[in-house]
Structure formats: structure tokens, C-alpha cells
């Protein structure tokens, strides 16, 4: 089963996956297998991170932001120096993930959800959920 889920993103944003991941892996019947979770954008990343604490995404944010400053040194300058920053986010933080798939449910601790991580502007984004079976 593949669902494709869209939505808008506010800048620097984070968005949480986890309630349509879940939806996805239900409608599936799979009681066992594998959730590929995928972006297609290059200013963005997907992730696990708690829930509990709100501030936490801040902080994720933050430390980012950080790491990797928007600069105006960047060799690519495709259209701004954040969108270059955002290029060198999504390669730290990464498109992708794997869940376990198990009795029709993602395998995630209690305190683990799902996250789209905003590295640019606000934008349409869309977010690509396959599920198999084995």
C-alpha cells in the first residue's frame, strides 16, 4: 500500500507524521512488516524525536540552525543562502525512515512520533507512506 499524505508548512516548522502513519499502516491489514516513510524534497527532513515536550522541536531547531548557519558563502546559491542551508539540513537530518511494522501498528516507543522538519520557507509538501508486508 501506498498513501501519499500533502500539507502546508509554516517556516522552520515542524509537522507531525505519526497520526497519518498510523492511518496508513491500519488501512493496510499488515500485521507484520516494514512502513517506508520518504519526502521528496530537498529542504526538508523527516525524523523521530519525542513528543512530550513541545520545545524539544525548538531545540532540534535551534541546534541546527547552529550547526549550519544560513550564509552567504555557500558555492550553491540556487535561490537564497537559507535554501542552501536547507540543502545541507536535509542531508544531516535525512528523507527517509523505516518503521517495524507489528500486530497493524508502527513499532514506536511511547514517547516517539514521527516528524517533518521545515528548512526553508513556508511550503506545500507532500510525504510519501508505503507499507509492506513479510
Known amino acids: 500500500m501506498l498513501k501519499k499524505i ?5 517556516r522552520n516548522g515542524v509537522t ?3 497520526p497519518q502513519i498510523r492511518q496508513t499502516v491500519e488501512e493496510s491489514g499488515i500485521e507484520s ?10 529542504t526538508a527532513g523527516v525524523t523521530i524525536i519525542s513528543f512530550w515536550d513541545p520545545l524539544g522541536f525548538e531545540d532540534v531547531q535551534d541546534e541546527l540552525r547552529r550547526l549550519i548557519p544560513t550564509k552567504v558563502d555557500f558555492k550553491h546559491q ?5 535554501d542552501a542551508a536547507g540543502h545541507v539540513k536535509s542531508v544531516v ?4 525512515l523505516s518503521l517495524i511494522v507489528d500486530q497493524n501498528k508502527p513499532l514506536l516507543g511511547h ?3 514521527v516528524y ?3 528548512f526553508d520557507g513556508s511550503r506545500n509538501r507532500e510525504c510519501y507512506i508505503k507499507v509492506l508486508g513479510g
Open 111 to 113: 514517547s516517539q512520533g
Open 93 to 96: 537530518v535525512g528523507s527517509s
Open 78 to 82: 540556487h535561490d537564497t543562502p537559507e
Open 6 to 10: 500533502e500539507f502546508t508548512t509554516e
Open 33 to 42: 512488516g516494514i512502513c517506508i516513510v520518504f519526502i521528496t524534497h530537498t
Open 16 to 18: 507531525d507524521l505519526t
Open 116 to 118: 517533518f522538519l521545515e
